[in-house]
């Protein structure tokens, strides 16, 4: 192979962008393992429990898991994959086609609090090269019952993250967000919304990546904030039964519509770090 044709072509912004995730996850780990720290400082705080994977095409990652007094399950996982995709996912990716080689690297998170007053979460971002290059990603928020003012802090550190890129990003993605994040079988909405990007390609990689990071740092600092907020707040056995019935929503979404989840399975990632979203508790009438 020349170095022409050699793949990915631009190994350096790869290795830039699966740094900035890795950073991110254990900055996150970080705030999180605080958060539980802060539940009970007279008793050992829950840790997250780290666990490798491999991939046989090419790549892996690494799970990150947490159960605790705060977070039911809260899952943190980085990957970097590489290799071809099947003929039959090929025509799904832009730029598959012409060449089935790719790469992809990225963080995911996923947050079930064991308070039904303290809103889950989800965030995720990545990198994909084929022939072509660029980034996906999002947040988004899901209170078990309206909670106006997590919905607005929540949205307001997506806007001023998008506001840093373009103008019109936030109007768009959260435009975006509300259409992806939808169970048309239900007719209703997963949560509160957020941001939903992909196949982000400004033609400014650099931009782009700086987007990417702020939008990481946004996260960062609006979830943990919203948690501690609510946190220790009282609730009941029947607001406890009405989040597994809004769980289940959760689980619908992301075995029937989930693009990362069809992604992970279709490149023969490790179904547990696929499945790491679900909640370890859900319930339906």
């Excluded at 109007?171 to 509300?178: I, L, P, T, V």
Aim: hydrophobic residues 45%; glycine residues 10%; aromatic residues 14%.
């Amino acid at each position: 192979m020349t170095a022409q044709n050699a793949f990915p072509p631009d190994p350096e912004r790869c290795q830039r962008a699966e740094t900035w995730f890795i950073e991110l996850r254990d900055r996150l780990v970080a705030a999180f393992e605080a958060i539980e720290s802060e539940a009970d400082a007279a008793a050992p705080a829950a840790r997250f429990a780290r666990r490798a994977w491999r991939r046989p095409g090419g790549g892996g990652g690494t799970t990150a898991i947490l159960r605790g007094r705060i977070f039911e399950k809260l899952g943190v996982n980085v990957s970097t994959v590489f290799g071809e995709f099947s003929p039959e996912f090929r025509a799904a990716i832009p730029g598959a086609a012409e060449d089935p080689r790719f790469w992809a690297s990225g963080i995911s998170l996923v947050a079930h609090p064991c308070s039904p007053l303290v809103p889950a979460a989800h965030f995720n971002t990545r990198h994909l090269v084929t022939t072509r290059s660029w980034f996906g990603g999002g947040a988004d928020l899901t209170p078990i019952y309206p909670d106006e003012s997590a919905t607005r802090d929540f949205h307001a550190a997506l806007a001023a993250a998008c506001a840093g890129y373009d103008r019109e990003a936030y109007a768009r993605f959260k435009a975006w967000c509300d259409e992806y994040f939808f169970l048309p079988h239900r007719g209703e909405p997963r949560g509160s919304g957020g941001i939903f990007f992909d196949y982000l390609d400004g033609g400014a990689w650099e931009r782009d990546f700086a987007f990417v990071r702020a939008v990481g740092e946004a996260f960062l600092a609006a979830y943990p904030a919203i948690v501690k907020a609510r946190m220790r707040l009282p609730w009941n056995e029947e607001q406890r039964r009405y989040q597994l019935l809004r769980r289940g929503r959760y689980v619908e979404f992301n075995l029937l519509y989930d693009r990362g989840t069809l992604f992970g399975l279709k490149t023969g990632g490790d179904v547990e770090a696929i499945l790491m979203s679900l909640p370890p508790l859900a319930a339906w009438p």
